[in-house]
T-cell receptor, first 115, second 111 residues
Framework: KAGVTQTPRYLIKTRGQQVTLSCSPISGHRSVSWYQQTPGQGLQFLFEYFSETQRNKGNFPGRFSGRQFSNSRSEMNVSTLELGDSALYLC??????????????FGEGSWLTVV | GQQLNQSPQSMFIQEGEDVSMNCTSSSIFNTWLWYKQEPGEGPVLLIALYKAGELTSNGRLTAQFGITRKDSFLNISASIPSDVGIYFCAGPTSGTYKYIFGTGTRLKVLA
C-alpha cells in the first residue's frame, strides 16, 4: 500500500512569507504527526492530530500551526517565516493515536529553505 | 527539546564488521522504534519493540528492548556499504503521547 506522501518535496521561501505543507497518511491511518529536523536540534516534535483533533503540541511558537481533515490528510502552516525555520519537515502517520504502543511511519519530508 | 541519549555518535567501520549502538532514556518507555535515515530522505522504520526483554530481528539487524525499559540496543551483523546512514531510536514517553528521538548514530562503512 502507498506510504506517507508529503508535498512539496522542496521549496524556497523568503523571510516573512508563509508556507503550507501537505501530508497524506497511509490509507487507514488516523494519526498524523509533524516533526522538524535540523542538524543542530535533531528531530523535534511539532504536533499530532488524531481524528481531526490536535492531541499534543511541541515547544514551537504559534507561527507553527496545523490541521487535519476528515480524510486524515493533514496540513501544517508556518507564518512569518524566519531564517531559522529552514529545515526538513517530516510527517508521520500511525494507525491509532500515539502512545498506545503503535508504530509511526515517516514520509520523505519537505525541504524548506528560507532566504 | 527532550531527547534520548544515543551512542556512539558516529562509527567508521570496515565492510563485514558487526555494529552495536544503544539508546538510553531517563524515563520508562513502552515502545522502542529504530529507524534508518539516508541523506535527503525520511526515516525508514527498521524494527519495533513493544515488550521489555523483547529481542527482534530483521535480516542482519537485531534489536532488544532493555529489561529496565529505559534502554534499547541495535546490532547490525556483517555490515555492507548500503548500511551507511543515520540510525535513530525513538519512543513515546509515558503520559505525554509524544515521540522523542535519539540524537542519531552516523554509520559509515568502508569497502
Amino acid at each position: 500500500k502507498a506510504g506517507v506522501t508529503q508535498t512539496p518535496r522542496y521549496l524556497i521561501k523568503t523571510r516573512g512569507q508563509q508556507v503550507t505543507l501537505s501530508c497524506s497518511p497511509i490509507s487507514g491511518h488516523r494519526s498524523v504527526s509533524w516533526y522538524q529536523q535540523t542538524p543542530g536540534q535533531g528531530l523535534q516534535f511539532l504536533f499530532e492530530y488524531f481524528s481531526e483533533t490536535q492531541r499534543n503540541k511541541g515547544n514551537f511558537p504559534g507561527r507553527f500551526s496545523g490541521r487535519q481533515f476528515s480524510n486524515s490528510r493533514s496540513e501544517m502552516n508556518v507564518s512569518t517565516l524566519e531564517l531559522g525555520d529552514s529545515a526538513l519537515y517530516l510527517c508521520a502517520s500511525s494507525l491509532v493515536a500515539v502512545g498506545q504502543g503503535n508504530t509511526i511511519y515517516f514520509g520523505e519530508g519537505s525541504w524548506l529553505t528560507v532566504v | 527539546g527532550q531527547q534520548l541519549n544515543q551512542s556512539p555518535q558516529s562509527m567508521f567501520i570496515q565492510e563485514g564488521e558487526d555494529v552495536s549502538m544503544n539508546c538510553t532514556s531517563s524515563s520508562i518507555f513502552n515502545t522502542w522504534l529504530w529507524y534508518k535515515q539516508e541523506p535527503g530522505e525520511g526515516p525508514v522504520l527498521l524494527i519495533a519493540l513493544y515488550k521489555a526483554g523483547e529481542l527482534t530481528s530483521n535480516g542482519r539487524l537485531t534489536a532488544q528492548f532493555g529489561i529496565t525499559r529505559k534502554d534499547s540496543f541495535l546490532n547490525i551483523s556483517a555490515s555492507i556499504p548500503s548500511d551507511v546512514g543515520i540510525y535513530f531510536c525513538a519512543g513515546p514517553t509515558s503520559g505525554t503521547y509524544k515521540y522523542i528521538f535519539g540524537t542519531g548514530t552516523r554509520l559509515k562503512v568502508l569497502a
